[in-house]
């Protein structure tokens, strides 16, 4: 049996007032489209997505989540042109999903991310389907009308709905796992003949309904809440973060305050990491036994190592952290940063495309670029690596247990040979060999006495 997935996402999203199609907004970091994707159980061959408003930035993403692995199966599209309603939608993908030998169809809503694979499973199943959910304020949602068996016998739009249906709280989800055949069928029966003069993709289900049984599947309202607004997406990410954090917390993970740390669905956390308020973990983020991530962090595309502590208020982005280091406070480490085993990274350091061996320690106020730094080496307070001649970058290569004293720049391409020592306030400009000793210094200027002689000679301009 084929399945495939059809995933409707050609909606203009007025209400989001946006640049951005509705589906590419996150929650916890990832697009609701791409949520909607990874919901898809194994049970699915390959997913459809139709899409019109902004089809090339939606395109752009999908090809990006492919490159990087992040789709559960091959993902195509179809451009639905102007969009003239959820039964248009279905019948504009007509051709692909033939193409695709589709023999069953999953149809979802790209604007509903918080569907769990759970329920997309049960939509996967033989025996017709659609999900339902009980709301106390129905209003604008499709109402269900049920036979004595519980079987869906129609839906009707808020928008055509007489009172007394609109006074029914059951309404339909907006998901579906229907025999593609039979649907094809009723879609090719379809009017417009209604309150908003659209192709009800609901009209076409109630059609086959009355030929072949469809079940009513009461569904959680979190799960099939749509995303239409702003402040749709703040409730939504609400939920994802209440469902994301409660299921760390039930793995063995402290969170200081579960309402405030933002975990990304992509994230994995072993036992015992614990995560302050505030912080902000995003992408593929995975974190070993017992780490801690101190407040207001945030996180995106990193490893972090067993025991690491990442202290308040640092910025780690594509790199990774060695078990046993301590970052921050205040550190930022970007792309390409390799911490090995036990690095020490202090207040205001920023490191990019930079490997600290093990033990390596810069404690204070440094740039490390484009470099490399030996194992135990030292690195103190106010080393600049100048990786930028203005025009190309180059490296800085430091051995193995150097000392670099405080306030040193080296000029790229520059090596330091192992234990080698830098003075404070060299500007090194070409290579150390192992075990030197670099330094340049102006020389000092001392004159005895010279600071009162100063003083009296001001006190005496002011008296004149
Ligand atoms: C639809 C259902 C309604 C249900 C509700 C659940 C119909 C006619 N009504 O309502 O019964 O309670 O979902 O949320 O199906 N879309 C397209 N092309 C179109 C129109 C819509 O791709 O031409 C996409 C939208 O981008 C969105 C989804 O289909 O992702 C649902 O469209 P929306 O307008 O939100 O659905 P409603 O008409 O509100
Ligand atoms: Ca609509």
Not at 26 to 47: C, E, F, Q, T
Not at 213 to 234: F, I, K, T, W, Y
Not at 307 to 324: F, H, K, M, N, T
Request: charged share 20%; hydrophobic share 40%; glycine share 12%.
């Amino acid at each position: 049996m084929t399945t495939v997935a059809l995933i409707l996402a050609a909606g203009l999203g007025k209400r989001m007032k946006s640049a951005l199609p509705k589906v590419l907004h996150p929650i916890l970091g990832d697009p609701a489209l791409l949520w909607v994707l990874r919901a898809l159980p194994p049970a699915v061959d390959s997913a459809v997505v139709v899409l019109h408003h902004g089809r090339e930035q939606a395109e752009a993403a999908l090809a990006s989540w492919a490159a990087q692995g992040l789709l559960p199966c091959p993902a195509t599209t179809v451009d639905q042109g102007e969009p003239l309603g959820t039964g248009h939608a279905v019948q504009s993908a007509q051709a692909e999903l033939d193409r695709l030998g589709a023999e069953r169809v999953v149809i979802l809503c790209g604007d509903v991310p918080l569907i769990r694979p759970e329920t997309v499973a049960r939509l996967a199943q033989a025996e017709p389907r659609l999900l339902a959910m009980d709301l106390d304020a129905p209003d604008g949602y499709g109402r269900i009308k049920q036979r004595a068996d519980g079987s869906l016998e129609a839906i009707v739009e808020h928008k055509d709905a007489a009172p007394e249906v609109r006074a029914l709280r059951r309404v339909n989800g907006g998901a579906y796992g229907l025999p593609w055949g039979a649907l094809k069928q009723a879609l090719g029966r379809l009017g417009n003949a209604n309150a908003q003069g659209e192709y009800y993709l609901t009209d076409a289900v109630a059609d086959l309904a009355r030929t072949t049984r469809v079940a009513v599947e009461l569904c959680a309202p979190d799960e099939l809440m749509g995303m239409n607004s702003r402040r749709d997406q703040a409730e939504l990410q609400a939920h994802a973060r209440d469902r994301v954090n409660g299921a760390w917390m039930d793995q063995g993970v402290t969170f200081l305050e579960p309402s405030s740390a933002l975990v990304g669905p992509r994230v994995l956390l072993e036992r015992d990491v614990t995560v302050a308020p505030g912080a902000r973990l995003q992408g593929a983020v995975e974190v070993g036994e017992g780490a801690s991530l101190g407040q207001g962090c945030v996180v995106t595309d990193c490893r972090i190592g067993a025991g690491a502590e990442i202290r308040p208020y640092c910025v780690l982005d594509r790199s990774q952290v060695g078990p046993g280091c301590l970052i921050g406070p205040f550190a930022h480490l970007r792309e390409g940063s390799v911490l090995e085993r036990g690095v020490h990274l202090g207040n205001f350091v920023e490191t990019k495309k930079t490997t600290l061996r093990a033990g390596a320690k810069a404690n204070h106020l440094s740039y490390l670029g484009d470099a490399e730094v030996g194992e135990r080496t030292n690195v103190g307070a106010g080393l600049i690596t100048c990786n930028y001649d203005g025009f190309n970058k180059h490296r800085t290569v430091i051995g193995a247990d150097v000392f670099v004293g405080s306030d040193c720049q080296l000029v790229a391409p520059v090596s330091v040979g192992d234990g080698a020592i830098l003075g404070a306030g060299s500007t090194i400009t070409s290579d150390v060999p192992a075990g030197a000793l670099a330094l340049t210094r102006a020389p000092l200027t001392l004159k005895e006495g010279y600071a009162q002689y100063l003083r009296e000679r001001q006190r005496a301009k002011k008296r004149r």
